[in-house]
């Protein structure tokens, strides 16, 4: 044993090959702590003092590699000054710089899962082998960041300047084909040949049969490229990035910045400049968003681990009302393994939630995500019927009949007495309360709200909703259900709308209330999407359905009288009345016309100023600043509201609920994120100011109590 610590063991095996083995203890993966890159310091200095050391073989104990940086030691880090920044990343470079110095051949046998801070460990050696099931890449840029572990100096000398910048920019995670073919790695082999092969070409290495000093020479030099070439590529790449990320998102420019700044540079100079790219964004509002976002995703994966133990596993489900959603619930359980009955009252819904299944699966098969055999098995897991016969053995019912209460209970009475006693029923309404749906039930205890969002194919998020009477069994199996379909389950306490709906139409109102006052609503659209929203308010509303709109509205403003009862006839009471009911038949605020591919695509429509133009003051130009304020104010203090109440448990699964609920800019975090950012004292001042448009922009008492101690829901 040459070295022994926590985190990495160097043995000798034979040949004179040195395996520094990455095995994090009392971890189920490794990844780059303190305590890590202390242990690889310590192990590369025992490397370097043992005379019998002929090769290095870099391996991993447990069955990912390196999962990249320990994310929840960024915090302290991250709090210093950028000079402090910087100065922490060129300590720990020193330690990649050690690896990459060895005096002889060094390999790296990637197993598993190499990311970040794990595939930069992989760069800093002379060679890289691969397993089939393995996958590298560089995702630094989905946390604001960029890689700062001489990613950005390693790859483009390996990889090229254009593959690189692809890498990094995108922050993909890549399988083992792409990797070869860009040159990421040298050989790609079978899981349970890795170590064998691996040990076969190192000692090639040693032998002198592969010139290791002639790579590790050109990763440590300047870039192979002309001043004309370099100013094509570079340029080129940050043009068309800057087109896709509006300017919201600063980590993929600042990285090309850093690799064009770095490319006349020899290694020690150009991991400099990536220094202080890295400590640039590490102080950006758009990395402690991001950031807060992965530690919140994570939360909410405990979170539902932790119900795994309470819950019954559903391994046959049924979807009540066909059509669009119940077809896109149908798919989505059975693309992910669990049978599901699929009834209707006739045969015209179970056709179209069939065509809807199909059409999906369909889709799958053409972009290559899926075999027609696998389609086939998934079609199979669907069962069409128009009777209750076959409900006998169902674990779990969604309810997704048209949105009425009436209907709903009376669908739900009958549903009960068709199901076992053990069967959880759920209802996928988006507003109505669910104590309110449990009220004939005989067992309450049983039901619960399971609300998806359209399309169900794409949006991530699953409300479940808990009734005062549903059982913490109902809700777990419900959770477990939801997690199976690959969705990402939010637990929130019944109220008019819940969590989504319930802050979403404060912002509605915001909007409205602009219009009122002469806005564009065009304009307000432009600056909502600038903001971040991938719609404004008006496309929004014309996507969701103007006629769903007015119903929610209405239920909310029975729930919430004191603030959500407009006194006022809205724009989109004009296009409800005018049946502009959106997208759904061509013309809401916007008319909708088919473009090339088939996809609606919005066009401004005079005649919907026309329509307006009796409820509407004269023309009025709002500032970007004024449009935000007053349709972020609401949203964010029903948010506050939500958590003050319990009806969603913290600020982190609050904010989750609105990225992956209603499209809320990732880079601004959620509402509380947002609030934070801005300082809970700010906001408060904000609202104040416009607190003469009435009771949704009235700050709670807590809000303010925050405001006064220097608050945050954050820390």
């Known amino acids: ?406 209907v709903k209970k009376m669908v739900l009475a009958d549903l009960e007495d068709q199901v076992t006693e053990d069967t959880i029923i759920t209802s996928n309404t988006s507003t109505i309360s669910i104590d309110l749906l449990a009220e004939d039930l005989k067992r309450p205890e049983n039901f619960l709200g399971m609300h998806f969002f359209n399309p169900v194919h794409m949006m991530p998020l699953v409300e479940v909703i808990r009734g005062s009477k549903t059982s913490e069994e109902a809700v777990a199996t419900v959770v477990a259900y939801a997690k199976k379909m690959g969705k990402t389950p939010i637990v929130v306490n019944d109220c008019p709308g819940f969590l989504v709906n319930r802050v979403l139409f404060p912002y509605f109102a915001g909007f409205a209330g602009l219009v009122r006052d002469g806005g564009d609503f065009t304009k307000i659209d432009k600056v909502m999407e600038k903001f971040g929203f991938p719609m404004g308010p008006a496309y929004l509303l014309d996507v969701v359905g103007i006629d769903t709109g007015v119903h929610a509205n209405e239920v909310m403003a029975e729930g919430f009288p004191d603030r959500m009862k407009g006194d006022f006839k809205s724009a989109m009471e004009v296009m409800f009345e005018n049946e502009r009911y959106g997208q759904k038949n061509g013309k809401g605020f916007y008319v909708y016309e088919t473009d090339k591919r088939g996809k609606p695509k919005k066009v401004v429509d005079e005649t919907t100023y026309e329509l307006i133009k009796p409820v509407v003051a004269d023309a009025k130009e709002f500032d970007a600043e004024e449009i935000i304020a007053r349709c972020m104010i609401p949203m964010c203090i029903e948010v506050a509201r939500c958590i003050e109440e319990g009806i969603v448990d913290t600020a982190a699964e609050a904010d989750m609920g609105l990225i992956f609920g209603i499209g809320f800019p990732p880079f601004r975090g959620g509402a509380c994120r947002y609030m934070d950012s801005v300082g809970m004292a700010d906001f408060v001042a904000l609202c104040d100011k416009y607190a003469h448009l009435g009771n949704l922009y009235k700050a709670t008492d807590r809000m303010r109590e925050m405001a006064a101690n220097g608050e945050s829901y954050f820390g």
């Open 1 to 406: 044993m040459i070295y022994e610590g926590k985190a990495i063991t160097v043995t000798l095996i034979d040949g004179g090959i040195a395996e520094l083995k990455f095995d994090l203890q009392g971890e189920s993966v490794n990844k780059f702590n303190r305590v890590t890159l202390e242990d690889l310091d310590a192990a590369v200095k025992a490397i370097q003092g043992n005379s019998d050391v002929k090769g290095v073989l870099v391996t991993s104990g447990k069955d990912v590699f390196i999962v990249g940086a320990d994310i929840t030691e960024f915090g302290t880090t991250f709090k210093g000054s950028e000079e402090e920044i910087a100065s922490w990343t060129l300590e720990a470079n020193q330690i990649f710089n050690a690896v990459e110095d060895l005096e002889v051949p060094t390999l790296t046998a990637i197993n598993g899962i190499a990311l970040g801070g794990g595939f930069e460990m992989c760069l800093s050696t002379d060679l890289r082998v691969m397993s089939d099931k393995a996958k590298v890449g560089l995702p630094e840029v989905k946390l604001g960041l960029m890689p700062g572990f001489g990613g950005t100096v390693r790859l483009p000398r390996v990889i090229g300047a254009d593959n690189a910048i692809e890498w990094i920019c995108m922050g993909a995670e890549n399988r083992p084909d792409k990797a070869l073919k860009d040159g990421a790695v040298d050989a790609v082999v079978a899981a349970d040949k890795l170590h064998e092969q691996a040990v076969a070409m190192l000692k090639s290495a040693i032998a002198g049969e592969i010139n290791w000093q002639a790579r590790r020479e050109e990763k440590k030099a300047k870039l192979k490229l002309n001043a004309m070439e370099g100013m094509m590529v570079f340029e080129t790449a940050k043009g068309f990035v800057a087109g896709q990320t509006k300017g919201q998102y600063p980590a993929p420019i600042v990285a090309i910045k850093t690799m064009q700044k770095a490319a006349n540079s020899p290694r020690d100079k150009a991991l400099e400049a990536e220094a202080k790219g890295f400590a640039q964004l590490a102080k950006t509002s758009e990395s402690n968003a991001l950031i807060g976002l992965f530690m919140n995703d994570q939360l909410l994966k405990k979170k539902a681990k932790d119900y795994d133990k309470k819950a019954k596993p559903t391994n046959k489900a049924a979807v009540l009302g066909a059509g669009i959603m119940g077809g896109g619930i149908a798919y989505q359980s059975a693309l992910k393994g669990t049978p599901i009955m699929m009834k209707d009252i006739n045969e015209a819904g179970i056709e179209l939630g069939l065509n809807e299944a199909n059409k999906l699966l369909a889709k799958r098969v053409e972009k290559k995500k899926m075999k027609p055999a696998a389609m086939g098995e998934a079609l199979n897991r669907i069962r069409p019927t128009l009777s209750y016969g076959d409900f006998g053995d169902v674990d779990t019912v969604v309810e997704a009949v048209v949105e009425n209460p009436k």
